[in-house]
């Protein structure tokens, strides 16, 4: 199940500063009665076993009906859970074509009902886990016609993936060059555009600009779990000493994601623009600068400053509500990054928001009942007392307390998929291995997997280094042991280099959440949207049949 490993120590694990656009994204939350609850037992032990459908033991799904458009009069004006219908079966295979891993049997489950909330979340639509006529539209608009995603290191890919091909192969190349800044269509279809923005990619990773997806740019590709969003620094030998309009490539991709991140609402297209010309002149005159709009040594050190991770293709950076970049009071209206903090606050403390760093209606009435539950004044008005609350408990009430062991490790990981890089939640995490940092600036996947170690009890091993979970697993130390039979609650680790030495800077760890033969599924932090964008904690399908080293780590 992977091949064997001999650890070494690893830079992925290394807080050290990077540069990541994240994108801050709701949990799942219910309310009853006038508390807010978390949806933790139930709901995460039922999406575990019917999401994807690959539970060890699974019996075989029966057959679903066929499908039926959504949007035709056969279908309801909205689907919701417990409907069991063609439509259903056509929603299922939408939300596979943006990875959601799910067995397409026909039937509105609880596995379907969090991939549903997923997506809402991810695309900016009220998260109510309900498929009106907003998601259908948007379902369409974004996966259109496209073939499901298949990993390109697996076998059912070629050796070389070059223009003409056409299949989930190039769904799944469309989907990472669009990670990485680069503006295609995801349609599966290995035309012009999606050739030039292979090429411009290979060249902005130093490899030969040929056009064909071989093994090294399949490597390159896959090289975002431990690494930028948008893969360049502006201040790296990599970029040109001054950015001006009428270039495109990576460093323009990063340049709009940094204008994002700082209150800005450009799409990353990687092309620089009038619209993003506009912005850095803007940026530029609010930092004190010549409003030239060339980006240069003193821009690039404005735009890096302070900056809180977030932007890309979503919501604005957070910002900390109690800073000097937010204002004394927050109101509806603003669209900001301190509205990206507000709204991920607020789903903390149990709302069902998209978070999309605009203060709508809907953030307003979280906002009331937020502070009516608090015995504040509920005017909506996000001032000091409010502020005081909202970061007044970064742990959730209903998170499980320690305790639990091996058996609460999977429930724990996976009541925290949604969570985002930067957020207050997501920094939390690194005070179960002495971090204080904000997850914007490190590498955090092991540290997350020592929270949830921590959480549970199941182990009292912690580290932030891969390296250090594959080693003592080895050594059989701290309850934990190498093994080669995969189970839910199970933690994995990768070698995205291969090689089979952990050394070369490209690692990655999570926990087992489903197991079918080669493929799996597992809740990762520090690793990417299933959709494409922006890092946090989220569940990703995984294959021991790659080029990459998978080693999995029983904790007893």
Wanted: include cysteine; glycine fraction near 12%; aromatic fraction near 6%.
């Amino acid at each position: 199940m992977g091949r064997p490993v001999s650890p070494s120590p690893v830079r992925a694990e290394d807080p050290r500063p990077r540069d990541t656009h994240t994108r801050t994204r709701p949990r799942t939350y219910r309310r009853a009665g006038a508390r807010w609850q978390l949806r933790i037992g139930t709901f995460a032990a039922t999406a575990a076993m019917v999401s994807a459908g690959i539970v060890l033991g699974a019996q075989p799904a029966a057959a679903a009906p066929a499908p039926i458009k959504l949007t035709s009069a056969s279908c309801p004006a909205e689907i919701v859970q417990g409907q069991t219908s063609g439509c259903v079966t056509e929603l299922q295979n939408l939300l596979n074509a943006h990875g959601a891993g799910l067995v397409v049997d026909g039937q509105f489950g609880a596995g379907t009902l969090y991939a549903v909330r997923e997506y809402q979340a991810a695309t900016a639509i009220a998260v109510d886990g309900r498929v009106g006529p907003a998601a259908k539209s948007k379902l369409y608009a974004t996966a259109g016609s496209a073939p499901a995603p298949v990993n390109l290191n697996s076998s059912s890919c070629p050796a070389n993936l070059v223009q003409g091909a056409k299949g989930g192969c190039v769904t799944e190349l469309q989907r990472l060059l669009r990670h990485h800044g680069y503006s295609v269509d995801v349609d599966g279809d290995f035309g012009a555009g999606t050739a030039s923005a292979v090429r411009s990619f290979q060249s902005s990773r130093g490899l030969t600009a040929d056009g064909q997806v071989g093994t090294n740019t399949k490597r390159a590709l896959y090289d975002t779990d431990e690494s930028p969003s948008t893969g360049l620094d502006l201040r790296s030998s990599s970029c040109p000493e001054n950015i001006v309009e009428g270039q495109s490539g990576g460093c323009v991709a990063t340049l709009q994601s940094l204008l994002n991140g700082k209150g800005h609402s450009l799409d990353v297209d990687a092309s620089f623009g009038p619209q993003t010309l506009a912005a850095v002149k803007a940026f530029q005159s609010a930092s004190g600068l010549t409003a030239d709009g060339a980006v240069g040594p003193n821009t690039k050190a404005a735009l890096y400053a302070n900056i809180g991770g977030g932007g890309g293709n979503g919501a604005p950076a957070p910002v900390d509500l109690n800073s000097a970049s937010c204002p004394a009071e927050i109101v509806q209206g603003q669209r900001s990054g301190c509205v990206t903090e507000l709204q991920s606050l607020l789903n903390h403390h149990g709302a069902d928001l998209a978070v999309d760093g605009d203060f709508g209606a809907l953030t307003d009435s979280a906002v009331r009942d937020f502070q009516a539950e608090k015995g504040l004044s509920a005017d909506g008005r996000v001032g000091p007392n409010t502020k005081a609350a909202l970061y007044g408990t970064v742990t959730p009430p209903s998170s499980p307390p320690p305790g639990g062991g091996y058996a609460k490790i999977l429930d724990v990981a996976e009541a925290e998929a949604g969570t985002v890089e930067g957020s207050a939640r997501a920094n939390s995490y690194g005070s179960a291995v002495g971090l204080s940092l904000s997850t914007s600036n490190y590498a955090w996947c092991a540290t997350f997997v020592s929270w949830v170690a921590k959480q549970t009890g199941a182990s009292s091993y912690r580290n932030s280094y891969v390296s250090g979970w594959v080693k003592q697993a080895r050594a059989g130390n701290y309850h934990l042991s190498v093994t080669t039979s995969p189970q839910p609650g199970d933690i994995v680790a990768y070698d995205w280099d291969g090689g089979s030495d952990f050394t070369g800077g490209n690692e990655h760890i999570g926990i087992v959440r489903t197991v079918s033969g080669s493929s799996f599924t597992a809740v990762e932090g520090n690793t990417t949207n299933p959709n494409g964008t922006n890092d946090g904690v989220y569940i990703k399908s995984r294959t021991t049949a790659s080029t990459y080293d998978v080693v999995f780590i029983r904790v007893r």
